[in-house]
């Protein structure tokens, strides 16, 4: 018995995500992103634990907010911002 991939999910695609209950991301947000840019600014020697242990955000969106928000990446144990070429 063989059934397709289309038959066994339905017709709904990954791009149909209905919404999801729980709580939402709340420490994403531009207050924590301005935090987290000034400590970096202060000491480019930080490392993501501390920066989530000093704001008391988890690090993953510290993460989150140091790499896609920021643009920012270590280099040589220092925080730097990434520069674009083209």
Do not use: C, F
């Amino acid at each position: 018995m063989s059934m397709s991939i289309s038959g066994v999910l339905g017709s709904k695609t990954a791009e149909q995500n209905e919404p999801r209950s729980g709580r939402p991301n709340t420490a994403n947000n531009d207050w924590n992103t301005a935090r987290i840019d000034e400590l970096i600014k202060v000491d480019r020697r930080l490392k993501l634990k501390e920066i989530s242990l000093k704001l008391d955000i988890p690090k993953t969106n510290v993460y989150d907010i140091v790499h896609d928000k920021l643009g920012y990446r270590k280099v040589s144990t220092r925080w730097v911002p990434k520069m674009l070429s083209d």
